[in-house]
């Protein structure tokens, strides 16, 4: 029902779009990359040695030291491997619709929409040269963004952020919503 009522106020879309989803990487992966190859390195030793010494010396304490070293390992292949199938996959599925009044962001089963006049700050990053960036949408930014379209999004609280992750002309659309924010600013 909730379905229909949004969708039934986009009969006049000013804008809509999908991410582009041959853009794997975002900024903040020239940290992440080395991070997670180091705690891959780091993980799978402690695993090696700790079997090794098992085999040496069997003891329940080797065993236990296993199975901890065994979740930090599952972690790591997460961080170098997984995260970027979590961000296809979640790319896949995601559309972006706005219509001057509100921002609708369809996801698999999901619907996020925010009121134009609730989006108090825009923020555009991760801008290539070809002009595809990830635009934010709502409050206190600085620190909702630091894990946005990394595939560890969900580390940060979402609650009134829209994320528009990889979109094409990333600038145009942004300086859109900006003028839309202002522009209702201006009518309240």
Partial sequence: METQILLSD????????????????????IFLIPFSVLWCFISFQWE?????????KPDVIYMVLSVFGLAFCIIAIYLLIGRYYWKYRKKT?????????????????????????KALQIKLSDVSKSGTGTITIGENLAVATAYLNTGLDFLIKQKD??????????KEVAGMLRTAILHAEHTD
């Fill in 10 to 29: 986009y009969a006049n879309i000013v804008w809509q779009g999908k991410p582009n989803l041959k853009v794997w990487f975002a900024k903040a992966d």
């Fill in 48 to 56: 090696i040695s700790v079997i090794k010494f098992y085999i040496k």
């Fill in 93 to 117: 599925s995601e559309q972006y619709i706005f219509n001057g009044n509100q921002i609708l962001i369809l996801a698999n089963s999901k619907i996020n929409h925010l009121d134009i006049k």
């Fill in 161 to 170: 952020i829209l994320v528009m992750r990889d979109i094409p002309d990333a």
